[in-house]
């Protein structure tokens, strides 16, 4: 790797936050963690799983639930190995996006909105959401099906309710389940899905799946593991709930002038589309944007040199699903490109990651040079960007709030 190529980096984390599959990410350094003796797990596993039984009793389920399932909920290690890992490196945009937005999950989305044609015109109908949408989420989910995950639902959801960092949250997923398995009469071995519980083909967490999964088929089951029209129904109806806005795109590639400042990036600095047309931002054919009575903001995942969008309601309802606005553009951009629209106008820059140890020593020279973003803790979040960004117009810099070669060299850190 080169000087130059190790500089220009961009960092997954400066625009990711939580998704529902792992909205309760692991806080502590796995490697700095005592590791508990597994004969004292399993007691302590087993104390709790006495404690689960009487708040199931309490929550509703039938003793019959309780003696078969939930007194033989088993401990499942690789659970918390998995969430305990953090990663040495972060993600670029370009290494996410490649991977979610490809050729094989454009055809493919293609194909499923032929299949489903009828059922997603009527879903379109009823809850305002264009089909495109619901099979990009579909494919990014779950690969349209084909991998729905395969951990125990109900031990994975008990080995983390006896986990002392996020007990009550993933206790009442726990009950969620069991309150399913009593609704629908679930067998066990089928609720199957990710190790945080996320189920089926839209990988719902129990507590999303009871108040939102709807019977598409009519056969008086809410089954989002075996039934595709389910699934659909259930997404449509989930997006609803979350705020979304019908005969509105999700947002779309812009293209910047060169003299644009930066002074207007990121959520923080919503707009009306009136205002973004009177800083030139235009449609990646170079005509105007046009000026609905709509609020957006502009995106940079790659920094300056990427692709520029603007991100109008409908994002922030696909952040509502996954906290990551790399998660939000690449179902946007899928959804369009299902729908027939090109690749993108301008090809996302190869970027080589930078250890969470890198970002460190950014967050801890942006604190001494007086830009407060809080604790070093080698994820680049908003208020790290923040930062970064005040820092850069403060010396002349491009200031997209991205850490490139002349901001290390500024900020005096060496790769």
Known sequence: MTHKSRFSVFIASMFVSSSLLSACAASASPESAIKPDPESVQTDFATCVINLQQKAKVAGISQHIIDTTVANLKYVPRVIELDNQQPEFTTTFGDYFEKRVTPWRVEQGRKMMAKHHDLLTKLTHEYGVPGQYIVAFWGLETNFGSYKGSMPVLDSLATLACDPRRSDYFT???LQALKLKQ???????????SWAGAMGHTQFMPTNYRKYAVDGDGDGIADLWNSEADALTS??????????QADERWGREVLLPSNYSFEYLGSKSTLPLSQWHALNIKKTNGQAISTPDMQAALYLPAGHTGPAFLGYANFNVIMRWNRSEFYAISVGHLADRINGAPALSRAVPKQPRLSRDIVKQLQVKLNEQGFDVGKPDGILGRNSVLGLQGFQKKHGLIADGFPDAKTFDKLGIKL
Do not use: I, P, R, T
Not at 184 to 192: G, N
């Open 235 to 244: 997404a449509a109806n989930f997006l609803q709930h979350l705020g979304w």
């Open 183 to 193: 609704q629908y009469q679930f067998d066990d071995s089928k609720m199957v899905g």
């Open 172 to 174: 009442g997923e726990l």
